[in-house]
Structure formats: structure tokens, C-alpha cells
């Protein structure tokens, strides 16, 4: 195998020192990343048969092409994929089921409103993430900013559906006379924007 030697001097520049930084950042985004998308295919479907569903199951969906979006830029970045950290993330989604809601050996209603909000954050976090590289995409690295604005205001979408989602759970798992339920989902994503097309562009230049 073929071996590839830096010396001193550049392993410690400050360019060399900023992609180190940069490769970090977007790993642990990438682990948070497949996180996200394994907690949201699972809450499809857990909630596949309810109202809430068909809403679940687009945002995973996108969710998903999202997190390949982010590998694209990653490679136009030439930042490799740290697949420990990547294992570590999904790790601790599996340990998060385990979080004591109320009951022992059932579903609680409560997980309804636990998973919301962690995906809630989620996608916030991922908007963080459009913004980081938005600024990056204004010095000459090989990123698309307007890709990156659709991807924002996407997440911006995901967001609003997500709170809507939330607030139905909340009303069920807390009060009596609780909307009908993905009522409110339906009502932020009907104020916001049009859709994203279904066919996933490619996002780095």
C-alpha cells in the first residue's frame, strides 16, 4: 500500500489545521445524521397506520436525502467519512430507546413527544449545519449556495411539520379533547412553501 508523508510543517499549518477542525464538525454531522434517519424510519413505522403517518414517511424520506447531501459535500470537500464515529451515533440512537418513559415493557405515549422533539432539534441542528456551510461556500470552496438556501428553507419545512406533529402528541399525551391527530402537521406544512421535487439533485458544484 502505498503511503503518503507530510512533513511537519504541513500537518501543522493553519490551513491544514482548519480542515482537521472542518473534518470533525462534519462527521459528528454525519453521525448525527444516521441517527436521525434510523429514529425517523422507526417512527414511520410505529406510526404507519395512523394519520401521522403518511407525514412521517415523506419526512423520512427526505431526511434520508439529506444526509446523502451532506456525504456529497463532504466529498467535494475531500473530507473523509469517520465511519467510528458514524457506529457511535447509531449506538447511542439504539441506547435513547431505552430512556425510562413511564413504563417498562410497553410504548409509552410519551415516546410520541420524546422523538418529536429529538427530531425537532435534529433538523434544527441540520439547518445549523446549511448555515455553517453557506459561509464556507462564500470563499472559494466548491459548494453551491443556492443548493445549500434550498436545503435550508427544506429544513425550515421539516421543521414547521415536525412542531406541528409535536403539538398533536402533546395534546394527546397531556390534555383531554386533543385535536385530531397530524391535524397541525398538515396546517404548517400547507403554510409553508411548495415541496422540493421528489428526484434528489446532486448539491455540491
Same mark, same amino acid.
Given at each position: ?47 404507519? $397506520?395512523?394519520? @401521522?403517518?403518511?407525514? %412521517?414517511? #415523506?419526512? &423520512? *424520506?427526505?431526511? !434520508?436525502?439529506?444526509? /446523502?447531501? +451532506? =456525504? ?71 459548494? $453551491?449556495?443556492? @443548493?445549500?438556501?434550498? %436545503?435550508? #428553507?427544506? &429544513? *425550515?419545512?421539516? !421543521?414547521?411539520?415536525? /412542531?406541528? +406533529? =409535536? ?39
Amino acid at each position: 500500500m502505498e503511503t503518503h508523508f507530510r512533513s511537519p510543517e504541513s500537518r501543522s499549518s493553519p490551513a491544514a489545521a482548519r480542515h482537521r477542525l472542518l473534518t470533525v464538525y462534519l462527521n459528528d454531522h454525519l453521525a448525527g445524521a444516521g441517527s436521525g434517519v434510523c429514529l425517523i424510519r422507526r417512527m414511520a413505522r410505529t406510526q404507519r $397506520d395512523t394519520p @401521522a403517518g403518511p407525514l %412521517l414517511a #415523506d419526512l &423520512a *424520506g427526505e431526511i !434520508a436525502e439529506d444526509r /446523502e447531501s +451532506l =456525504r456529497e459535500f463532504m466529498t467535494a470537500l475531500d473530507v473523509p467519512a469517520r465511519w467510528s464515529r458514524i457506529v457511535m451515533g447509531r449506538l447511542a440512537e439504539k441506547a435513547a430507546r431505552a430512556k425510562l418513559n413511564g413504563r417498562l415493557m410497553s410504548r409509552s405515549p410519551l415516546s410520541d413527544v420524546l422523538e418529536l422533539e429529538a427530531m425537532r432539534l435534529g433538523v434544527e441542528g441540520k439547518a445549523s449545519l446549511w448555515r455553517s456551510l453557506e459561509t464556507l461556500a462564500e470563499t472559494s470552496a466548491p459548494l $453551491d449556495p443556492a @443548493a445549500l438556501g434550498r %436545503l435550508l #428553507d427544506r &429544513a *425550515g419545512r421539516q !421543521a414547521a411539520v415536525l /412542531e406541528g +406533529l =409535536r403539538v398533536d402528541a402533546v395534546g394527546r399525551t397531556f390534555t383531554a379533547g386533543a385535536p385530531a391527530p397530524a391535524r397541525a402537521g398538515r396546517d404548517h406544512a400547507r403554510r409553508t412553501a411548495r415541496r422540493t421535487p421528489a428526484r434528489r439533485t446532486r448539491w455540491a458544484s
